[in-house]
């Protein structure tokens, strides 16, 4: 019975190892297979799946070049364009064809002086503030407000007292963190406002229930009156979008002109209209001096211009950055490098060539001469001074070892002194000179001087060069009894106003704006040329 039972479990024990050799080999031969594609009927749901779109394409590989395998999905190219990056991330189209939306863009589309003016104004600045939009994930809509509120302006002062590109009002700008003192407006600072700006228009957003219309409404207009509109309308039983709300007739307009400008810029080759190419890169550095510095002192060491310098610092107001904080500059990019290399080589004693003195009861020039090793006529020249009169609380610039004559022809520019700038028929260009230098010298347009010289906007410029300007501003200027009758156009000069140029020209304002096709309430600006000899009355 052992040897039997012993004779039938080793025959089982066989019969088990011949059939586990078996399934084996079966398995080994069906991987050996290939993988069956499904009919074509099939593939869209199955490759839906994930399980053969992933197999079959992991079998193929091998046997396509690597160069060609990634031909079935090629990464998109690089934005190189502002305007293109501006575009792709435009989030209200729904309301682009509103009417009132469709009104303003009618009278955008036909004023490329404008769309030059801002364009040129915004390129310093414009890829910081999409780049804090896209951080915060926010519509780039939002990045055209400054285009409408200010015209890109850091230094636009409104009736109503708001200021800088995103025109604040002093009080919510102090809410929002931005220092203002005698030597720095946080609302002139492109980088700082832009910063309290986004974060006051997230508040907005929160407040009314995640919507950007009435957020844009209540940036313009103030949430209180936002917010009454919305409560008259529900009194009433009327619809309490922005489409259908009692705001004043300012922020009526203003939410359309945003959208009309996101709309044209959306499609912008379907309107009269070019965009200025902005490069979609990082235009600014920005250093951390970590002492005061002079403007000019800046500008020299980074060798640009001083009215450079001012327009891409246009938070501070005084000579030099701030006592305390901030001491941070924006400089091109290449003027950065130069001005880094100059501050490790100079002495920080010497960064600092102007002192400032506030005037105390009981002063008098004298007294502050013989206090600070100075003479009474530097004190005077230096600060504008006919007499010795002074007033306590005043400042007094205060020119460091003033003994040396050559401080005296440095004096600071302080903003809103400056004299208005006399054009030459032609400028001969200097070392470290590029157009967009040499128009804020002359408060021209680069466009413009590029066009009269026949040169792209970009050109790289030779020292030697000779450029013309073909500017009407000094015979114009020459032309005071009749000025009208002799010639039929006036460049604008800083500090111009329409009312102004009507006077001078002996025309109607009335004329001037219908010739010119403006409103009482358009901008100008300097380098703009206005029609100031209508042609019913002047030239028959």
């Known amino acids: 019975m052992r040897c039997c039972c012993k004779t039938r479990c080793n025959s089982s024990t066989i019969q088990i190892l011949m059939v586990s050799v078996l399934v084996l080999t079966l398995t080994a031969c069906q991987?050996?297979?290939?993988?069956?594609?499904?009919?074509?009927?099939?593939?869209?749901s199955v490759a839906s799946s994930g399980v053969f779109k992933s197999t079959i394409a992991a079998r193929r590989v091998p046997s396509i070049p690597k160069s060609d395998a990634r031909t079935a999905d090629t990464e998109p190219a690089p934005i190189t364009d502002l305007w293109e990056r501006i575009?792709?991330?435009?989030?209200?189209?729904?309301?682009?064809?509103?009417?009132d939306v469709i009104a303003e863009r009618k009278a955008y589309q036909n004023n490329q002086s404008y769309f030059d003016l801002v364009s040129e104004r915004a390129a310093p600045f414009l890829y910081y503030i999409v780049e804090e939009l896209e951080a915060r994930q926010l519509p780039l809509e939002l990045a055209l407000i400054p285009?409408?509120?200010?015209?890109?302006?850091?230094?636009?002062?409104s009736r109503g007292h708001a200021v800088g590109l995103w025109q604040f009002m002093g009080a919510t700008a102090a809410s929002y963190g931005l220092q203002q003192d005698w030597w720095y407006d946080g609302r002139r600072d492109?980088?700082?406002?832009?910063?309290?700006?986004?974060d006051y228009l997230e508040d907005l957003y929160a407040q009314f229930d995640n919507d950007w219309l009435l957020a844009i409404a209540a940036y313009n207009a103030g949430d209180g009156n936002v917010r009454r509109a919305i409560r008259k309308n529900k009194a009433a039983r009327r619809e309490t979008d922005f489409w259908h709300l009692p705001l004043p007739g300012e922020t009526r307009s203003h939410v359309p002109k945003i959208l009309a400008l996101a709309s044209l810029i959306d499609s912008v080759?379907?309107?009269?209209?070019?965009?200025?190419?902005?490069?979609?890169?990082?235009?600014?550095?920005?250093?951390?001096?970590?002492?005061?510095?002079?403007?000019?002192?800046?500008?020299?060491?980074?060798?640009?211009e001083i009215d450079e310098l001012r327009a891409l610092n246009p938070g501070y107001l005084q000579w030099a950055t701030h006592p305390d904080q901030p001491q941070q500059l924006a400089f091109p990019q290449a003027a950065a490098q130069r001005f880094t290399l100059a501050l490790q080589a100079i002495p920080q004693e010497q960064l600092l060539t102007?002192?400032?003195?506030?005037?105390?009861?009981?002063?008098?020039?004298?007294?502050?001469?013989?206090?600070?090793?100075?003479?009474?006529?530097?004190?005077?020249?230096?600060?504008?001074?006919?007499?010795?009169?002074?007033?306590?609380?005043?400042?007094?610039?205060?020119?460091?070892?003033?003994?040396?004559?050559?401080?005296?022809?440095?004096?600071?520019?302080?903003?809103?002194?400056?004299?208005?700038?006399?054009?030459?028929?032609?400028?001969?260009?200097?070392?470290?000179d590029n157009l967009w230098r040499i128009a804020k010298r002359f408060?021209?347009?680069?466009?413009?001087?590029?066009?009269?010289?026949?040169?792209?906007?970009?050109?790289?410029?030779?020292?030697?060069?000779?450029l013309q300007f073909h500017t009407d501003t000094a015979q114009a200027s020459t032309n005071t009894a009749n000025?009208?009758?002799?010639?039929?156009?006036?460049?604008?000069?800083?500090?111009?106003?329409?009312?102004?140029?009507?006077?001078?020209?002996?025309?109607?304002?009335?004329?001037?704006?219908?010739?010119?096709?403006?409103?009482?309430?358009?901008?100008?600006?300097?380098?703009?040329?206005?029609?100031?000899?209508g042609t019913e009355n002047r030239l028959n």
């Open 31 to 44: 991987s050996e297979l290939p993988e069956q594609i499904p009919p074509s009927g099939n593939t869209g």
């Open 87 to 99: 575009r792709s991330g435009l989030e209200m189209r729904e309301f682009f064809e509103q009417p």
């Open 147 to 157: 285009f409408v509120e200010s015209s890109f302006n850091p230094n636009a002062y």
């Open 190 to 198: 492109p980088l700082a406002s832009t910063t309290a700006a986004l």
């Open 269 to 304: 080759d379907d309107f009269p209209v070019e965009l200025s190419t902005i490069a979609n890169t990082e235009p600014l550095t920005i250093v951390d001096v970590g002492t005061q510095i002079d403007l000019s002192q800046a500008a020299h060491m980074a060798e640009m």
């Open 354 to 432: 102007w002192d400032y003195y506030e005037i105390q009861p009981g002063d008098s020039l004298s007294s502050i001469a013989a206090k600070l090793a100075t003479r009474v006529d530097v004190l005077q020249r230096v600060n504008g001074l006919r007499g010795t009169r002074i007033i306590a609380g005043d400042t007094l610039l205060i020119p460091r070892g003033s003994a040396n004559p050559d401080l005296l022809s440095t004096i600071p520019d302080r903003p809103g002194t400056r004299a208005p700038v006399t054009v030459p028929d032609s400028y001969v260009v200097r070392s470290g």
């Open 443 to 466: 408060d021209l347009k680069s466009a413009d001087i590029a066009q009269w010289n026949g040169i792209d906007r970009n050109s790289v410029l030779r020292p030697g060069q000779r």
């Open 483 to 533: 000025p009208a009758t002799i010639t039929n156009s006036y460049t604008v000069r800083r500090g111009d106003t329409l009312g102004r140029i009507a006077t001078r020209f002996d025309v109607s304002l009335t004329d001037l704006l219908r010739w010119n096709k403006l409103s009482d309430t358009s901008l100008i600006f300097p380098g703009q040329s206005l029609l100031i000899n």
